[in-house]
């Protein structure tokens, strides 16, 4: 991670769709060591999750967003 960063904010949204901007994702956590691993439910096997991340500092300044990565879920 980039020095004076406390970590990575995830979010995500879960659907066929990727998020058309950043309202439609919700927060996943707050990663400061990777990796970060998640474990969904088995009512989410087979859909795709979307995620976009972005980095705050250790002052709570938030960075821009990254781009969209889309995965799907696994079961």
Known sequence: KPAGVM???????????PPADPSELSFLALD?????????TGANAAKKAHYMLRWVSTRGDKGPWSETASATIGG
Not at 7 to 17: F, L
Not at 32 to 40: G, H, K, R, V
């Open 7 to 17: 970590g990575v904010e995830i979010w995500h949204k879960i659907g066929d769709t």
């Open 32 to 40: 400061t060591n990777t990796p970060y691993l998640t474990e969904y």
